[in-house]
């Protein structure tokens, strides 16, 4: 059987170190749990990890930081917890190359579901060379998409809204620009996200993003649909 | 008013002081006459007094009788007025009441003096009275006027600059109450009102401070509770019965939201995010695409209505976290919400306003409760939020966002029923 994914959790508080390990090890996955950044370079040392999930209210040296030397050593995925509503934190954060934030107090779910996504889309791309850290815009049919920002730009620079499921799943695409991705795939980045009824989520989102695409969903020309269940972004996308 | 009385003052004493000069002079000459007559022998009498210049408007004749003319006697007051005048310039004692009648007056323009003279004969003198004109100088009427004029336009300064600092002060008075963090008067100006304005910016720092504690507070507590709640909600993953872990899992949210609330509030709508263009009608769509994924059951009942695209220049997050509140609200308490974007009647006019209208089916909001929703941590009538939950601070915080960008939100109760929320912001 494959070996589950290493991932490093570094939190000040120990309770919620405990538990958030507790939890992702339920869900398949091993945890190594540190306290501060000192720990974390120490644990750095001595493991392999798949990815980090750190929080940025650190004691001691600030989790930005640790960030910044992580980023210098490796290309580890990064899932940060900021506080909520931090703008800054969460701006830099992702510029410095995280690959994900989670607003803390955050739903653990969610923080799952962001992890397998960051871990599927990493591992997607251990073939080749991995983009540089999902920080810097993407650009594709005059479209951006500014993942520091969590933001869509249209062609005239103007903010085209997007909920949180929409921006994950055009995220994913435009990172696998004429690659199909499955709806098993999709589905995964809107899990822990959606109340409503599960099977049809995908659609949904899939016809808004088309709309907020200016992309005709009879003759999808941009997020076209794959027969046997998947979707491709037929575009070029260059990185900004 | 003054003015008017000032003239009319004038205009008396003008006409008393003419009345004056004139029965002063008529005077002179009757009693002129009379002692002409009188020296003169009876028999010459009327030779002379027909040689005499009267003088214009002075007629005289010599009569056995006391004078009879087709004018009644004079009243009372006259009298006395001419008999004191004829007196005082020398009528000789005889004459000072019985020797002497009076007919006539200012009322007729004439008067006419009966003098009995020493041997029984009576010499009648009639004089023509010419009424007071009291604007008979042309300078003083252009005097008048120019004064007037002068004295109402330094009263209107005067006054002006005397209630400019209070219109001042009203104004910032207005300004505060918007908002906690409006610029200070400047303490210049007359003593009392440096003072004023002075009294007026230590009263605003110590609301501001007050304002200021109580969102640090807020805040603190705020995030102080972050670190429970992620402990709560990691250990109600642990839960094995699924629908108590779904009633934590619940409730934990509920709290959140009200922490997030809290912190949303203590944080200033001003600061923190840039402005940049963003689709407004794609966001209230996006918006209501969320409020529908969050309760399916009633993503029937939200409808968007308005242009495809419109772009405006705002805060983004902040401006989604106001629309946010707004239709949240909607479903909330009406369990729909229609969302309608009317664009500016001419666009780039100064001043032009883009409006939101969001409108739900629900009970509608008491009449006296339609501003009092605005106030932080106000909560409608208590049944309504027991099982609805909230903090009070959604339609806070939106007023707090949409002002900080220049616009504004009010709340009505749609005729039809239900509640209309209008927010507003500069196009």
Same mark, same amino acid.
């Given at each position: 059987m494959e070996q589950p994914p290493h991932i490093m959790v570094v939190d000040d508080d120990r309770e919620i170190r405990d538990l958030l390990a507790r939890f992702l090890e339920k869900h398949r996955l091993r945890v190594t749990a540190v306290r501060d950044c000192r720990d974390a370079r120490r644990a750095w040392a001595n493991g392999h990890y798949q990815l980090v999930v750190l929080d940025l209210m650190l004691p001691g040296e600030p989790g930005l930081d640790f960030a910044r030397w992580l980023?210098?050593?490796?290309?580890?995925?990064?899932?940060?917890?900021?506080?909520?509503?931090?703008?800054?934190?969460?701006?830099?954060?992702?510029?410095?190359?995280?690959?994900?934030?989670?607003?803390?107090?955050?739903?653990?779910?969610?923080?799952?579901?962001?992890?397998?996504?960051?871990?599927r889309r990493a591992g997607d791309s251990m073939g080749g060379p991995r983009h540089d850290g999902g920080s810097r815009?993407?650009?594709?049919?005059?479209?951006?998409?500014?993942?520091?920002?969590?933001?869509?730009?249209?062609?005239?620079?103007?903010?085209?809204?997007?909920?949180?499921?929409?921006?994950?799943?055009?995220?994913?695409?435009a990172e696998r620009a004429n690659r199909v991705l499955t709806r098993d795939m999709l589905l995964d980045l809107l899990r822990g996200r959606q109340a409503g009824p599960f099977d049809r989520a995908i659609d949904v989102a899939i016809s808004r993003l088309r709309r907020k695409l200016e992309d005709d969903g009879r003759n999808a020309q941009l997020i076209k649909t794959v027969r046997g269940g998947g979707y491709v972004l037929a575009a070029t996308v260059e990185h900004a | 008013m003054v003015q008017a009385a000032g003239l009319a003052i004038h205009a008396m004493d003008r006409i008393d002081l003419q009345r004056l000069s004139q029965a002063r002079n008529l005077a002179f000459r009757i009693v002129g006459l009379y002692r002409a007559v009188e020296l003169t022998a009876p028999a010459a009498r009327a030779d002379v007094l027909g040689e005499l210049r009267h003088g214009p408007g002075l007629s005289a004749e010599l009569s056995a009788a006391p004078p009879v003319?087709?004018?009644p006697e004079m009243p009372p007051r006259e009298q006395r007025f001419w008999r004191i005048n004829l007196n005082l310039?020398?009528?000789?004692?005889?004459?000072?009441?019985r020797g002497m009648q009076l007919l006539?007056?200012?009322?007729w323009h004439r008067i006419i003096v009966g003098m009995r003279l020493p041997d029984g004969e009576w010499l009648n003198v009639s004089a023509a009275i010419e009424p007071?004109?009291?604007?008979?100088?042309?300078?003083? $009427?252009?005097?008048?006027l120019l004064m007037t004029v002068v004295a109402a336009g330094l009263t209107l300064w005067a006054v002006r600059r005397l209630t400019a600092p209070v219109r001042t002060l009203a104004a910032a008075a207005e300004a505060l109450g918007r908002d906690v963090n409006a610029p200070p008067l400047p303490e210049d100006g007359p003593l009392? @009102?440096?003072?004023?304005?002075?009294?007026?910016?230590?009263?605003?720092?110590?609301?501001?401070?007050? %304002?200021?504690?109580?969102?640090?507070? $807020?805040?603190?507590?705020?995030?102080?509770?972050?670190?429970?709640?992620?402990?709560l909600k990691l250990r109600a993953e642990f839960i094995e019965d699924d629908e108590q872990r779904g009633k934590v899992l619940a409730d934990l949210e509920e709290l959140e939201t009200m922490v997030s609330a809290t912190l949303a509030f203590g944080r200033d709508a001003r600061t923190g995010e840039a402005v940049s263009a963003l689709d407004m009608a794609e966001l209230l769509r996006t918006l209501l695409d969320e409020a529908g994924d969050a309760r399916p059951e009633a993503a029937s009942r939200l409808e968007y209505e308005g242009p495809a695209h419109w772009t405006v220049r705002a805060r983004p997050l902040t401006l989604k976290r106001a629309l946010t509140n707004l239709i949240a609200?909607?479903?909330?308490?009406?369990?729909?919400?229609? %969302?309608?974007?009317?664009?500016?009647?001419?666009?780039?006019?100064?001043?032009?306003? $883009?409006?939101? =209208?969001?409108?739900?089916?629900?009970?509608?909001?008491?009449?006296?409760?339609? =501003?009092? @929703?605005?106030?932080?941590?106000?909560?409608?009538?208590?049944?309504?939020?027991?099982?609805?939950?909230?903090?009070? $601070?959604?339609l806070p915080i939106a007023r707090n966002i949409m002002r900080a960008h220049g616009g504004d939100v009010v709340l009505a109760n749609r005729p039809a029923g239900g509640a209309k929320a209008t927010a507003t912001l500069p196009a």
């Open positions: 980023r210098s050593q490796s290309d580890v995925p990064i899932v940060m917890l900021t506080a909520m509503g931090e703008e800054t934190d969460r701006i830099i954060g992702l510029e410095l190359g995280a690959d994900d934030y989670v607003p803390k107090p955050f739903n653990p779910r969610e923080l799952l579901a962001r992890i397998r996504a960051v871990l815009p993407l650009r594709f049919a005059g479209w951006t998409l500014e993942p520091a920002r969590r933001r869509l730009l249209n062609p005239d620079g103007v903010e085209v809204a997007l909920t949180g499921g929409e921006y994950d799943l055009l995220l994913a695409l | 003319a087709n004018l310039v020398g009528m000789p004692p005889p004459h000072h009441w006539g007056g200012p009322a007071a004109r009291p604007w008979h100088s042309p300078t003083f $009427l252009a005097a008048f009392e @009102v440096a003072t004023a304005a002075a009294a007026f910016n230590t009263m605003a720092a110590r609301i501001r401070r007050f %304002v200021q504690d109580r969102t640090e507070l $807020l805040t603190a507590i705020g995030h102080d509770l972050r670190t429970p709640i992620t402990r609200n909607a479903v909330m308490y009406g369990g729909s919400a229609r %969302v309608r974007l009317v664009p500016p009647a001419s666009v780039g006019a100064a001043g032009a306003m $883009l409006t939101i =209208e969001i409108e739900d089916d629900g009970p509608g909001i008491p009449p006296g409760e339609l =501003e009092r @929703v605005f106030e932080p941590f106000h909560r409608g009538e208590p049944s309504r939020n027991r099982e609805t939950g909230g903090v009070g $601070l959604g």
